[in-house]
């Protein structure tokens, strides 16, 4: 067991003494840190506006020096210790923590600069890279380490780390502190240190399986982009707010008159008054009531109502009032992505605004839309715009701004998933349309139906072409289709599997190669060693672990894999991951699904290369999404195409892969 020594306050000559001379002598080459703060904001807002009030304070430290004991300080009684101080701001010391950005944000709020990201290490990303838990409770568990997370946590930080309701009681207090329960105080203390003996214990677990340079100088890069944030047009969004809510209670009002329901909000009032019309529902879910509209089911004063209630249902203040909440005191937003969010491919996940899930704009006109919104002016808004709720949704992405004398440059990856899986799988004929024309849609119609060129393909042939690109290429069928929306688009039921045969047919190496792919993983499993792929793939089994070794050098990861017998008898392959209902369960896998994630993972590390050059070449990059670059600009610095040209550069690792990348500048972030 390793041992925990809680410190009360630090000594002057104990401090300046013996330790320096420690310190001096062992030139301590690591540090395991966990803390326990309070803030009067809620953490759902991310850290960095977690901290971005005079209120916040760390309350614990808790530390282990190259693997000794951990010591744990107590920050209500005095301030780090100068040789604590010293470790923690040496570029010679290596800072590790679970959730790292956490621990270097609130201590650079603690020592009024921001830490350098490049002399701190995360163990969390580092479970997540082998697809492992990402919570450090349920990470240990899975590890089935002797050190276990104390599970009283969650009691200790409700009571210490946030504001309390006042009471009679508590003698009207808003906070606990230490003194008001010194017995759990003690407890916390011991929690936090418990929290760090149970990182090295992970950390030790899954040394083995150390992470590239490479992937640490991503993590230090992504680090540096959430510490620059994004601006945010606060007013537009705080306008936004407010229309909405006028929005809603003239909606609320006219859906009160039309029913004669005290509260139409309430789904049981609203399905008693739809039955007392004679007209039935079991549900009011958004699909199914747009579905009665679709098909000119409804009639009337049910119509009317139906319509109204969908108009409730479309609000959009969710993502404005989080935009509104959590911009810092710098009128930036920091932290909106995960860093390895994505476990499976090493993806970035999106946090708090999820800028990959924003509702996409279409209208021709976000500028006067804007300049409406942001007057205030809702009865304008309706004489312009038949669909104000709609509007206002468009306008989301265009609160993400770039500050006074700058401009976004966008620079996306064209079919990107599209030109990887057709490298891998040399699909010449798709390679060469890239290369040609990159028009892949009117290519695949083409390729499918013998057109006659791209330039004979009509816009209804070219629906099918690009529906097809888009669902089908991981081994998607009819279903596919449908959720990729062909039934919407105009395509006829009994076209649906015709179309799979097809595109199966004019794309028989992708298909192969799912197949190939499956039979690699299953020789891995079953014989072992290393089998080899196209482009330098690698499948092995070690530790417990399936790896896929991607030609970045990079290594996707799957937790116990197996092999068992389908319905049919047939080897199927199982991992555990994480699953819809249970935190980690096991999951089943296939060709298709393992060529998915080998796919979108390549995508990825091109992303990611292109962050790093851009950075290297000078781009203040604010974030990203997937296949896309955003990066602000000094207008009339740069121009677009030189971010398209460093976006475009292929790796040495990605040789003949057709890349290209395409871009515009704007004064707000927007889908060109």
Same mark, same amino acid.
């Given at each position: 067991?390793?041992?925990?020594?809680?410190?009360?306050?630090?000594?002057?000559?104990?401090?300046?003494?013996?330790?320096?001379?420690?310190?001096?002598? %062992?030139?301590?080459?690591?540090?395991?840190?966990?803390?326990?703060?309070?803030? *009067?904001?809620?953490?759902?807002?991310?850290?960095?506006?977690?901290?971005?009030?005079?209120?916040?304070?760390?309350?614990?430290?808790?530390?282990?020096?190259?693997?000794?004991?951990?010591?744990?300080?107590?920050?209500?009684?005095?301030?780090?210790?100068?040789? +604590?101080?010293?470790?923690?701001?040496?570029?010679?010391?290596?800072?590790?923590?679970? %959730?790292?950005?956490?621990?270097?944000?609130?201590?650079?709020?603690?020592?009024?600069?921001?830490?350098?990201?490049?002399?701190?290490?995360?163990?969390?990303?580092?479970?997540?890279?082998?697809?492992?838990?990402?919570?450090?409770?349920?990470?240990?568990?899975?590890?089935?380490?002797?050190?276990?997370?104390?599970?009283?946590?969650?009691?200790?930080?409700?009571?210490?780390?946030?504001?309390?309701?006042?009471?009679?009681?508590?003698?009207?207090?808003?906070?606990?502190?230490?003194?008001?329960?010194?017995?759990?105080?003690?407890?916390?203390?011991?929690?936090?240190?418990?929290?760090?003996?149970?990182?090295?214990?992970?950390?030790?677990?899954?040394?083995?399986?150390?992470?590239?340079?490479?992937?640490?100088?991503?993590?230090?890069?992504?680090?540096?982009?959430?510490?620059?944030?994004?601006?945010?047009?606060?007013?537009?969004?705080?306008?936004?707010?407010?229309?909405?809510?006028?929005?809603?209670?003239?909606?609320?009002?006219?859906?009160?008159?039309?029913?004669?329901?005290?509260?139409?909000?309430?789904?049981?009032?609203?399905?008693?008054?739809?039955?007392?019309?004679?007209?039935?529902?079991?549900?009011?879910?958004?699909?199914?009531?747009?579905?009665?509209?679709?098909?000119?089911?409804?009639?009337?004063?049910?119509?009317?109502?139906?319509?109204?209630?969908?108009?409730?249902?479309?609000?959009?203040?969710?993502?404005?009032?989080?935009?509104?909440?959590?911009?810092?005191?710098?009128?930036?937003?920091?932290?909106?992505?995960?860093?390895?969010?994505?476990?499976?491919?090493?993806?970035?996940?999106?946090?708090?605004?999820? +800028?990959?899930?924003?509702?996409?704009?279409?209208?021709?006109?976000?500028?006067?839309?804007?300049?409406?919104?942001?007057?205030?002016?809702?009865?304008?808004?309706?004489?312009?715009?038949?669909?104000?709720?709609? =509007?206002?949704?468009?306008?989301?992405?265009?609160?993400?701004?770039?500050?006074?004398?700058?401009?976004?440059?966008?620079? *996306?990856?064209?079919?990107?998933?599209? $030109?990887?899986?057709?490298?891998?799988?040399?699909?010449?004929?798709?390679?060469?349309?890239?290369?040609?024309?990159?028009?892949?849609?009117?290519?695949?119609?083409?390729?499918?139906?013998?057109?006659?060129?791209?330039?004979?393909?009509?816009?209804?042939?070219?629906?099918?072409?690009?529906?097809?690109?888009?669902?089908?290429?991981?081994?998607?069928?009819?279903?596919?289709?449908?959720?990729?929306?062909?039934?919407?688009?105009?395509?006829?039921?009994?076209?649906?599997?015709?179309?799979?045969?097809?595109? $199966?047919?004019?794309?028989?190496?992708?298909?192969?190669?799912?197949?190939?792919?499956?039979?690699?993983?299953?020789?891995?499993?079953?014989?072992?060693?290393?089998?080899?792929?196209?482009?330098?793939?690698?499948?092995?089994?070690?530790?417990?672990?399936?790896?896929?070794?991607?030609?970045?050098?990079?290594?996707?990861?799957?937790?116990?894999?197996?092999?068992?017998?389908?319905?049919?008898? $047939?080897?199927?392959?199982?991992?555990?991951?994480?699953?819809?209902?249970?935190?980690?369960?096991?999951? *089943?896998?296939?060709?298709?699904?393992?060529?998915?994630?080998? +796919?979108?993972?390549?995508?990825?590390?091109? @992303?990611?290369?292109?962050?790093?050059?851009?950075?290297?070449?000078?781009?203040?990059? =604010?974030?990203?999404?997937?296949?896309?670059?955003?990066?602000? =600009?000094?207008?009339?610095?740069?121009?677009?195409?030189?971010?398209?040209?460093?976006?475009?550069?292929?790796? *040495?690792?990605?040789?003949? @892969?057709?890349?290209?990348?395409?871009?515009?500048?704007?004064?707000?972030?927007?889908?060109?």
């Amino acid at each position: 067991m390793t041992e925990v020594i809680v410190q009360r306050t630090a000594h002057p000559t104990f401090d300046t003494g013996y330790y320096f001379e420690w310190l001096r002598r %062992n030139k301590p080459k690591k540090m395991s840190i966990d803390i326990e703060t309070y803030s *009067d904001i809620n953490i759902k807002l991310g850290v960095y506006k977690y901290v971005d009030t005079p209120n916040f304070q760390i309350l614990i430290f808790a530390f282990s020096i190259d693997d000794g004991p951990v010591e744990v300080w107590d920050l209500t009684k005095s301030d780090l210790p100068q040789y +604590v101080r010293e470790l923690i701001l040496s570029p010679d010391v290596l800072k590790k923590a679970y %959730n790292a950005q956490f621990e270097r944000v609130a201590l650079s709020k603690y020592f009024g600069k921001q830490l350098d990201p490049t002399q701190w290490q995360c163990t969390m990303v580092q479970a997540m890279e082998l697809g492992l838990p990402a919570s450090l409770g349920k990470c240990a568990e899975y590890l089935s380490i002797e050190e276990q997370k104390d599970t009283a946590g969650t009691h200790l930080i409700n009571y210490f780390s946030k504001p309390c309701k006042p009471t009679k009681a508590n003698g009207m207090r808003t906070r606990n502190l230490p003194e008001h329960d010194s017995e759990r105080w003690e407890n916390f203390m011991q929690y936090c240190g418990q929290d760090v003996v149970v990182e090295k214990a992970i950390d030790d677990k899954i040394g083995i399986f150390p992470m590239p340079t490479s992937e640490w100088e991503l993590y230090h890069q992504d680090q540096r982009m959430h510490d620059l944030g994004v601006k945010i047009d606060t007013d537009l969004a705080e306008a936004a707010i407010e229309m909405d809510a006028a929005l809603r209670e003239e909606t609320m009002a006219e859906l009160k008159a039309l029913t004669g329901l005290e509260n139409p909000n309430s789904p049981a009032q609203l399905k008693d008054w739809f039955h007392s019309q004679n007209f039935p529902v079991d549900t009011l879910a958004k699909g199914i009531l747009e579905g009665y509209l679709e098909n000119n089911i409804v009639k009337g004063d049910v119509k009317k109502a139906i319509e109204l209630r969908l108009q409730l249902a479309n609000s959009s203040t969710k993502k404005y009032i989080m935009m509104r909440d959590a911009t810092h005191s710098d009128g930036r937003m920091h932290g909106i992505l995960q860093f390895y969010g994505a476990s499976r491919t090493g993806r970035y996940a999106g946090r708090l605004i999820q +800028v990959q899930n924003l509702p996409r704009n279409y209208m021709k006109t976000l500028d006067t839309a804007r300049h409406l919104v942001k007057s205030g002016d809702l009865e304008a808004m309706e004489m312009v715009y038949d669909d104000v709720p709609d =509007v206002l949704k468009q306008l989301i992405r265009t609160s993400i701004v770039a500050k006074d004398g700058y401009e976004l440059h966008i620079s *996306d990856f064209s079919a990107i998933e599209a $030109r990887v899986i057709a490298w891998y799988a040399n699909e010449e004929w798709v390679l060469d349309a890239f290369r040609d024309h990159g028009k892949i849609y009117e290519a695949t119609a083409d390729q499918m139906f013998n057109l006659g060129g791209v330039d004979k393909v009509s816009s209804d042939m070219r629906q099918r072409g690009k529906v097809a690109t888009l669902a089908l290429g991981y081994q998607g069928g009819v279903g596919s289709l449908i959720s990729m929306g062909a039934l919407e688009q105009g395509i006829n039921e009994e076209e649906l599997q015709p179309l799979v045969d097809t595109w $199966r047919k004019a794309n028989s190496k992708i298909v192969k190669f799912w197949y190939d792919t499956q039979k690699r993983v299953i020789q891995a499993l079953e014989k072992g060693g290393v089998v080899r792929g196209p482009k330098g793939l690698r499948f092995f089994r070690k530790a417990g672990f399936l790896f896929i070794q991607l030609p970045s050098g990079r290594t996707l990861s799957y937790a116990r894999p197996k092999l068992e017998l389908d319905k049919w008898e $047939r080897p199927k392959i199982t991992y555990e991951g994480q699953g819809q209902k249970v935190y980690f369960e096991k999951q *089943d896998t296939y060709g298709g699904k393992l060529v998915e994630n080998i +796919v979108q993972a390549t995508a990825r590390d091109l @992303l990611a290369g292109a962050l790093l050059r851009l950075e290297e070449a000078g781009y203040d990059i =604010v974030f990203h999404v997937h296949d896309e670059a955003v990066a602000e =600009v000094k207008k009339g610095t740069r121009t677009i195409e030189e971010m398209n040209a460093i976006m475009s550069e292929i790796p *040495d690792w990605a040789e003949g @892969l057709p890349l290209g990348a395409e871009g515009f500048a704007t004064d707000y972030y927007m889908k060109d």
